[in-house]
């Protein structure tokens, strides 16, 4: 338009009705190369009905920041509604001559614009205001890929932390403020002790001090004692209870302008904390802050953290419990620990000391048993040894191999908590010794099959139980292979055996550090349950980062997202259905061994999924689904695939902003890891007699908080996609 009218500057100025603001697109068509562009976001509209120059930010009609103004055109652009939408502003109409040089001045149209531009203008005007339009809506997308981008950025970092609270306050507190573009941050936790939140503050020479207040004192405070979220708009000053704020700032010369305070939960309900965010920061070029002009309100505070925020903050949030959550557990534990009298078990503690810092729960626990296993195998002897832990919620128990103290090599196995020798110990509660040759024992048919696949051979066994002051079942130790006290290491294994095997001495002596083991296996046994949540976020991460290196490709987002949730449900088959809002239908794609898909649509209301679609509330069907009275549509598609639905867990993914964009879809719960199938018309495997539970829900709904996000990124950035195409083949 600015070449077209040969108007020296152009500027166009949207109106962004729905957040009252206006933001602009200037071009300068100074000297020989292309216009410069400059896009200004976010002014204010409080002068929108005042004269037109006045809400575009031209208070002076004759001077621009500097530049003068000899002439210029200031044209409305209208909906149907007959609101103004746009305004255009042309500066300064020059002279047609491409070979005039010289000053502005002598170069400016002495005539000015004219009745004939305007009417030109006018007869361009539909095809300004489409494009417009799309510019508007590419701007708006944008932003918001970037807020949601920034969510999954913020719950990376904070899942990414150590197990250490002050570390979590610090990486929350900056996550925080970046993601929400506030001044300030703070992390409040709770301490049940003295009824009290405290956090910690950083200055510049790096110490921190510690900051306490009372439950229900200041803002904070009200929030934890109400457990519900506090958004104060711009400006706070107004607000009823805002007395203390200003008796601070005054001390402080820092102005308080908008807050927003929400609580933090654990992953089972329990209130840890809250997060407080300060001063919400306008997007575009303002000067910071000057405590001089205190309590005068700075123009680059004057917004307000709006329900988007609100919504944000609580999925945030909901990572930062589970962070928190962790690090209490393990806090406790590590105490508890070291309130035992030294032994040899407890120089893992010191090991622990220094990977907790770095390293997530999983490197901890692997680091911490191989040590353990590697010691007990050492002080008795043994070959090989192994903890087997008991994960009482899947029946089953489980380990991570050490065979050696120098060994790198670290296997994660599980076995069934009522199979084999392992588990007849663990049935049983009692101590299992077999003598050489372990071979000749009726129970050896199953190692003898292992050990043939992992070339080895076992010759002797002793398989110790390990219970709780109740009496109940913590974990599993195996020793096998007694070894000679003194042997060639580079010799076979049948000339190292020891060949009386395992003896009542042998156990008498596990006998002596077991309590102090028992001590430390049990709190990792209860740290390991409680950290589930952290391995849900950790395993989500690792699906976001892998998406995010792909192309956002929906067929890949399906696969590899739910791929994660079945693994971490323990479900035998699992679906991601993704909300198609024009067609009012759920799809997905279903892969199949030869690497082939079929895309599979269902209505918004049909079937179990099109029902949770339908009504955004989660449905569970325990087992045996069969007997639910809604099983009629399943038993007739197990009739035809000759699968068996046992159980069924299905919730709505909603995105950041609230809108249903999907459906997870688990079916059938599993105890232990045995490759069973179900089959229509035979009895149900005993490993499928199970239903997914409470616990299952409240973490799967954690997992599609996430997903949600994920989506969103996926249905924007191509939403970005498709309107940059139309804006390039369309113009």
Known sequence: MGELLNADRTTIVFIDEEKNDIWSIITRHEGPNLPEIQILANKSSSGLLTHIKTMAGLEDPDKINGYPVYNDLVFPLTNDQHHVVAVVHLVNKLRRSPYLTGTLAERVHPNGFTQSDQRQLEEYAPAILRILARCQECYKLTQRLQASEALTEATRSVSQSSL???????????????????DRSTLWLIDTNTNQLWTKIPFQDGTFKEYRIQIGEGFAGIVAKTREPLNLAFDLYHHPDSDMAKLTDQKTGYRTCSLLCMPVWSPDGELLGVTQLVNK???GDFADYDPSQWPQAPECFQASFDSNS????QIFNAQVGIALHNARQFAAMKQQAESHPQSVVLQTLSMLNQVMDNQGFDDILDTTLRSITSKIGKSLCADRTTIFLLDAERNELWSIVAESEDSDRSLEIRVS???????????????????????????SATAKEQDKRNQYRTYTMLAIPMLNDRGELIAVVQLINKLKRTNDVNADLSDRIDLQGFTQADEAQFAASAPLIQMILESFCSYHKTARGQRVAAALMAATRSVSQS?????????????????????????????????????????FADGSSREIRVRIGQGYAGTVAATGQPLNISFDLYHHPDANTAKHTDQQTGYRTCSLLCMPVFNPDGELIGVTQLVNKKVGTEAVIPVDNQPVPEAFQTSFDETDQKYMQLFNNQVGVILQNAELLAAVRRQEAVLRNNP
Do not use: H
């Open 164 to 182: 250490d609270s002050e570390e979590i306050i610090g990486r929350v507190m900056e996550a925080a403020k970046k993601l929400m573009n506030a």
């Open 281 to 283: 920061r306008r997007q």
């Open 310 to 313: 609100e919504k944000y903050m």
């Open 417 to 443: 908590a009522d199979k084999g020798i392992v588990g007849e110990v663990a049935r049983f509660k009692k101590p299992i010794i077999i003598p050489y040759d372990f071979y000749t024992d009726p129970r």
């Open 551 to 591: 192309s956002l490709d929906p067929d890949e987002i399906l696969l590899r997202v739910m791929q994660a949730a079945k693994e971490l449900m323990n479900a035998d088959r699992s679906t991601l259905w993704l909300c198609d809002r024009v067609t009012q239908e759920l799809w997905t794609k279903i892969p």
